[in-house]
């Protein structure tokens, strides 16, 4: 075993102080299992793991292993949304991947179960697994359940973001926006559609690395503590084993996950996190995979936000297991942490709501959730979810409302400045440029909550939340920052959005868009945060997965 460094007779004084936490000198000689937990009372997602922690610590002891819980930091992003605070989250992504390595690293554990939930921390988790190539599985505290008004089931964004916009519009009352306030998020969990953090565990699920249902299962469900447990005590077999996380981090598990969010309408940020994961474990990724794929894999699924079902629907009706078994004529062989391969496991789901995972011969949509545009606007692309656009939206031709910001879009949109047929451009907020490649997800839902879904267009170099519906595109690359296309367009430009055909163009000739660029000086932004300096230094290209080059 790796820590049998630890062992060595010189190595007396660590073992000294390794006893020094209470732990028995018999204790040191089992495999070392490092619970790597985000537990946090900041966040909702996290709130509830220190029962989690508990599960998975008795899964290690019962199987003859040593746990030690050591925990990271933890971001909501939708209490970070709409502010500075947002320009904090993907670089936390980072931060968790290098305190991975550093924890394992520094103490030469044998294994790691990580215990994660939100946006960037279940792909910061995946990133630290790969790099340090260990034993390692993956346990995601889980969705909140959906809230309730009456009958009405309700969940974060359509009914707490998006009816900020009705009631702007004047739909509803004030009254009734503050009751749904305090109902939309009614139990602890990752917010309860196919936002990130729910894609993320489901895609976790199908890569491997967790068990079967561990990315559907509810959070506050005695079953989720059940999978902690189990999972405590799998990480000791596959440590006995020898099992690695790149032994089950393929190629072919890679290609797997595409399908699966594919096949689920997953978030565009699948688009960031897959590529930056596959980086850590050495396999080559371009984010063009989810167009190929996409032509081939079927939206079987109807999630919100666009669709009708929560994640509950999706537990009940059979799962990630379920999906896989829909798919099973184009998901490839690969092994996963519960020592069974992802076929075997797709044949032996049960599928119990026929609407909820659709067979592949009745569809939501003939291709995928995911499209992936280009043009003169997106040399190295961007990202829609087209499972969640309306049939009218995908061939688009707008008049640009151009903001370098944000808050100045949100005001625009707000004081009822964006008219029917606008395309609104939002950038300076890549990678570099924000930096920190904020999320959308204020302005989208007031877009949508107002109405406007269906004559308005959003592009941007930023991100969207997964809970963005309608016509929006993001992750343009290159960057403003970067000196992209998308910072020479001026307000009344004409720009045509055709996604069918994959095109994203900015309607100028090709001489004046020549001239412009010549001409073009990315505004410098000054960078206050220490932090974000040294992140906007290192980042590189969302089609690149917003990795660091160093």
């Not at 359940?145 to 009405?152: H, N």
């Not at 879009?409 to 400045?417: C, D, I, T």
């Not at 343009?476 to 000196?483: F, L, M, R, V």
Request: a negative charge; glycine letters at 10%; one cysteine or more.
């Amino acid at each position: 075993m790796r820590s049998d460094v630890l062992r060595e007779f010189e190595k007396l004084p660590a073992r000294a102080l390794m006893m020094a936490t209470g732990i028995q000198r018999k204790d040191i000689d089992k495999p070392l299992i490092g619970i790597i937990s985000s537990w946090t009372d900041l966040v909702p997602g996290h709130a509830d793991m220190f029962s989690l922690e508990r599960f998975i610590e008795r899964g290690v002891a019962a199987a003859g292993g040593t746990p030690f819980i050591v925990r990271v930091p933890a971001i909501c992003d939708g209490i970070a949304m709409g502010h500075e605070g947002m320009r904090f989250s993907l670089p936390l992504r980072e931060i968790i991947a290098d305190a991975v390595e550093d924890v394992v690293m520094a103490h030469q554990l044998d294994g790691i179960v990580l215990l994660t939930a939100c946006d960037k921390i279940t792909p910061g988790m995946l990133m630290g697994a790969a790099r340090v190539n260990i034993p390692a599985i993956v346990v995601t505290a889980g969705p909140m359940l959906a809230g309730r008004r009456g009958k009405e089931r309700l969940d974060l964004v359509t009914h707490t973001f998006e009816a900020i916009g009705r009631y702007k519009a004047g739909e509803i009352t004030l009254e009734e926006l503050l009751e749904l306030e305090g109902a939309a998020c009614p139990s602890s969990g990752a917010c309860q559609g196919m936002f990130t953090a729910n894609t993320m565990a489901c895609l976790t699920e199908a890569l491997g690395l967790s068990l079967p249902y561990c990315g559907t299962s509810p959070a506050p469900l005695a079953e989720k503590k059940r999978i902690a447990e189990a999972s405590g005590e799998k990480i000791v077999e596959l440590v006995k084993k020898g099992i690695k996380a790149r032994d089950i981090l393929t190629p072919a598990a890679f290609r797997n996950a595409v399908r699966v969010d594919l096949a689920l309408g997953g978030s565009t940020n699948t688009v960031l996190h897959l590529p930056a994961i596959a980086h850590e474990a050495g396999i080559p990724f371009d984010i063009k995979l989810f167009d190929d794929l996409g032509k081939e894999t079927p939206k079987i699924c109807s999630m919100r936000p666009g669709g009708k079902y929560l994640m509950e629907d999706l537990h009940y009706a059979g799962g990630i297991p379920g999906v896989i078994k829909r798919l099973l004529n184009i998901i490839e062989s690969n092994p996963t942490v519960s020592g069974k391969d992802i076929k075997e496991i797709g044949e032996s789901a049960r599928i119990w709501d026929e609407d909820v995972i659709r067979p592949v011969d009745n569809p939501y949509s003939p291709e995928g959730g995911l499209a992936i545009l280009y043009g003169n606007l997106a040399p190295e692309g961007a990202v829609i979810k087209q499972g969640a656009v309306s049939e009218k939206m995908k061939v688009f031709t707008g008049t640009a409302r151009v903001f370098n910001c944000e808050e100045d879009a949100m005001k625009a949109v707000m004081n009822g400045e964006i008219k029917e047929g606008d395309v609104i451009v939002i950038r300076y907020e890549g990678p570099k440029g924000g930096p920190g490649m904020r999320e959308m997800l204020a302005v989208t839902a007031a877009v949508m909550g107002m109405g406007l879904g269906e004559s308005v267009a959003l592009i941007t170099d930023g991100r969207f939340s997964g809970g963005t519906h309608g016509p929006c595109i993001g992750h343009i690359s290159p960057e403003a920052a970067a000196g992209g296309p998308i910072g020479i367009i001026k307000d009344g430009d004409k720009i045509h959005i055709n996604v069918p055909e994959r095109k994203l163009e900015l309607l100028i000739s090709e001489e004046e868009f020549n001239k412009r660029m010549a001409e073009f000086k990315p505004i410098q932004k000054e960078i206050k945060s220490k932090l974000l300096r040294k992140y906007a230094k290192l980042v590189t290209s969302a089609s690149k997965g917003a990795i660091q080059d160093v």
